[in-house]
């Protein structure tokens, strides 16, 4: 007999979620909650601990308190939206509860699995090779710079000092997989962006060629696809020919706009990445699918088994290695990921996809027409993917994206372009309209007069 108590639990979502969608679609931005009233909505943890009903209504209590991320004025991050068929597959994955690393352990999701990355790689133009699916971008980029450190030692043993080639632009996780990985971060060359935010061929050469005369070993040339301020995207063809030149692992984080692979303006964006070894891909940015759900794809099989695969007699038993994902992952115990991408893409198919991120881009171009042609507003780049960073003359851009949460209108960041400190709106929510764009630009220009 199923236990009374999850019953319970389940009846309690199904009368919360309506409630909380209703929620959203009246009020779509909630001011900041100030930190003492949240602490207010956080019960200590009692020995004796409490009643079910009384742990489901402080749960409500905390989801009618949280940020909204789904809606169409949440332009503050790199993910957004509430994919239905995915949310469902989210759902359904923690009722099932199974760890993906055997086949004996979670059946026939393995094969969702390996069906899902299979489409992967054939999208990035990896059809002979592998891939695993991380916690994350962050996590995608470790493992990338792990595997490339090893066949690197592998190649030519130990170095006194190792190097890694990022941009300036770069994200965070490039420093702190050098520091995780023992490399230290100052391994990391910030490699210097031209204005639109893309690294510089010419100042990797020289950077390579300064560290190679004083007897410097490369680890790995980190073009990323999709910057986290700008959206911009590094050269790839020509840090591939620097790359080829010297024997050096090429990785492409593509962690925001590997899904861009998806459209023909993507696929110019990433010309060269048939030439690079891997690729993270973060699925929970563009493709509105829950947080999270991230791949790292290698363009050849093998280095994932060669670098992650250990003996374990108690848990890899039955089937082979194929249907046993766990001998390629950095993770033992891991979450079914997969399902929820998997299910999003299955509804919507690759023409979906397409049709979502054309729309997107128009969106992105009919925002910026509007701060084009305002007297107040000023572009700081030519966007290359989903993101725009402008000012408003004379206003701080932290004060107006502080005043925007407050006021509950907008949930908007800032970001440092240059010299600059520009508002930085994210496109990515596949509900957003050219309504909700002209009101984000009304409502802005008017917080920034007053
Ligand atoms: N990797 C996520 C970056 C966070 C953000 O700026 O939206």
Redesign the pocket.
């Known amino acids: 007999m199923t236990d009374p108590s999850y019953l319970e639990a389940l009846e309690f979502l199904a009368t919360l979620l309506p409630e909380l969608a209703a929620s959203e679609a009246e009020t779509p931005v909630r001011p900041p909650l100030p930190l003492a009233e949240a602490a207010a909505l956080v019960p200590a943890i009692s020995d004796d601990g409490r009643p079910l009903s009384e742990v489901l209504a402080t749960l409500r209590e905390l989801a009618l308190r949280t940020p909204l991320t789904t809606t169409p004025r949440f332009f503050?991050?790199?993910f957004s939206g509430r994919d239905p068929a995915a949310t469902a597959a989210e759902m359904l994955a923690a009722h099932l509860n199974v760890s993906m690393y055997t086949y004996k352990a979670a059946g026939p999701m393995v094969l969702v699995e390996n069906a899902l990355l299979d489409h992967m790689l054939g999208v990035a133009g990896f059809r002979a090779g592998e891939g695993t699916f991380t916690t994350g971008?962050?996590l995608s980029n470790l493992l990338a710079v792990a595997i490339a450190r090893n066949e690197a030692q592998a190649r030519g043993g130990e170095a006194r000092q190792w190097a890694l080639y990022t941009s300036s632009a770069a994200?965070y996780s490039m420093p702190k997989a050098a520091s995780i990985l023992g490399l230290g971060r100052q391994a990391v060359r910030r490699i210097e962006v031209d204005e639109q935010g893309r690294m510089r061929p010419e100042a990797l050469a020289d950077q390579l060629r300064a560290d190679l005369e004083r007897g410097v070993r490369p680890v790995m040339i980190n073009a990323t696809a999709g910057t986290?301020v700008m959206g911009a995207f590094d050269p790839i063809e020509a840090l591939a020919d620097i790359a080829h030149e010297h024997g050096i692992w090429i990785h492409v984080d593509g962690?925001?706009g590997g899904s861009l692979l998806l459209h023909e303006r993507g696929q110019q964006l990433f010309a060269g990445l048939e030439r690079c070894d891997s690729l993270t891909w973060d699925a929970h940015k563009m493709m509105g699918v829950p947080l999270t759900c991230s791949a790292l794809l290698l363009r050849e099989r093998g280095a994932l088994e060669r670098h992650l695969g250990e003996d374990a007699d108690y848990l890899f038993q039955t089937h082979g290695p194929e249907v046993n994902p766990g001998l390629r992952s950095i993770q033992c115990g891991r979450r079914n990921d997969p399902l929820k991408l998997w299910a999003a893409w299955q509804r919507h198919g690759d023409a979906g996809y397409r049709a979502r991120l054309q729309r997107l881009l128009e969106l992105r171009d009919h925002v910026v027409a509007r701060i084009d042609q305002h007297p107040e507003l000023c572009m700081r780049h030519t966007p290359e993917s989903l993101n725009v960073c402008f000012e408003m003359a004379g206003v701080s851009s932290e004060e107006l994206c502080a005043q925007l949460n407050a006021r509950g209108l907008a949930v908007v960041?800032h970001g440092q372009v240059g010299e600059r400190s520009t508002v930085r709106l994210?496109l990515i929510n596949p509900a957003q309209t050219e309504a909700v764009l002209d009101e984000f630009v009304t409502n802005l220009v008017a917080v920034g007069i007053e």
């Open positions: 503050n991050q790199l971008g962050s994200h986290t962690a925001f960041g994210v």
